[in-house]
């Protein structure tokens, strides 16, 4: 309020200096007329002008008051009403700049409306989509675990391989639309961390034997409290990233999942022995899109894995960050608050 005020006064200080100017003129010729009655007149005359400009100071204050909450809400809501509601406040001049003000922004309104509708629709038949690939990628899965016998080990692979891909894919873009939800549908509960591993490393197994590529878990039998597909679309992430980013030199490819603890909390581990990530690329691995160097390995990388899997992980109260430390591949961590009973 005194910041205001003190800008009504700043800005309207000509007029102060004017009654000033004016009062001291007046005082000088009742001196000059009546030496006596200036001893009574003057003092009245500078109080009373005082009290006046004060008033009106007050009712400036309180006029630019109304003024600043009309303007508010006709930005945030520029319709006809709210700008008929603030030209009554403001002068004719400033009436015909309301009202082309009023015009642009109902038009950009309208387009980010519009636009918004058209996102809205294609984030609904996207999700939509999502969904119902799961009915045939579903007969797909029943097949494979069904009839293996009736497949060729090398053609029963390529389907592993590939419904592995997929569903991959799918996952990620339905936890792509659900980070963008106000509500997010996790589910709590105590579980096995290392149990979580091994069902991913599961799936996995295909592709990794594809790739050459180990597995050492060297996991104690923790439990954490949190939300299982959550848990383990973070892992999924980062042995996806794992097996994509291996390194062709190396003869001996692993991937080696541990853990350890303290006091307060749980640490999963995961490493990898692939082309790691350059230091100075280290700081923007979680942002949206990133992709690091440029390279044969990375050129078709879309930079969302990581990304998705930050967002899940401070969705769940789950630090995750990497090892700046380790040279030879990649290295991750999912730390977790120990569960008190």
């Known amino acids: 309020m005194i910041k205001k005020l003190s800008g009504i006064l700043i800005k309207n200080r000509i007029w102060i200096i004017v009654i000033l100017i004016l009062n001291f003129i007046f005082g000088v010729l009742l001196w000059l007329v009546n030496d006596k009655a200036f001893i009574y007149i003057f003092p009245t005359m500078v109080t009373g002008s ?4 004060l008033s009106i100071v007050f009712i400036l204050y309180k006029n630019d008051l109304k003024r600043e909450e009309a303007i508010n809400n006709f ?12 030209i009554s406040l403001f002068y004719y001049e400033e009436v015909k700049v309301i009202k082309s003000i009023g015009e642009i922004l109902r038009e950009k309104q309208n387009t980010i409306n519009t636009y918004k509708q058209g996102i809205n629709e294609y984030e609904e038949y ?63 509960k105590e579980l096995s961390l ?10 996995y197994k295909v592709i990794l034997q594809e790739n050459g590529i180990g597995v050492v878990l060297d996991i ?32 001996k490819k692993q991937i080696v999942i541990s853990s350890d603890d303290n006091e307060k909390n749980i640490r999963l581990n995961i490493r990898d022995n692939g082309i790691g990530v350059k230091a100075y690329d280290l700081p923007f691995i979680f942002e949206k899109g990133f992709t690091g160097e440029i390279g ?14 930050k967002q899940v992980a401070d969705g769940l109260k789950i630090n995750l960050e990497v090892n700046e430390n380790y040279t030879e591949g990649f290295e991750i961590s999912l730390t977790f608050p120990k569960v008190i009973h």
């Open 50 to 53: 005082l009290i006046l400009y």
């Open 75 to 86: 930005l945030n809501e520029p319709t006809k009403d709210k700008e008929n509601e603030i």
């Open 126 to 188: 996207v999700e939509a989509w999502a969904h119902e690939i799961k009915t045939p990628l579903g007969l797909m899965t029943f097949v494979l675990d069904n009839r293996k016998e009736e497949i060729s080990e090398i053609a029963y692979k390529r389907l592993q391989y590939s419904r592995t891909k997929m569903q991959e894919d799918i996952e990620r873009i339905l936890y792509y639309a659900r980070i963008k939800s106000t509500c997010n549908d996790y589910f709590f």
């Open 194 to 203: 290392k149990e979580s591993c091994i069902e991913i490393i599961e799936e």
């Open 220 to 251: 104690k039998d923790y439990n954490v409290l949190s939300d299982k597909r959550g848990i383990q679309f973070i892992i999924r992430q980062v042995i996806s990233n794992a097996i994509k980013y291996k390194n062709i030199e190396v003869s």
């Open 296 to 309: 044969e390995q990375r050129k078709n990388s879309t930079g969302m894995g990581l990304y998705l899997a």
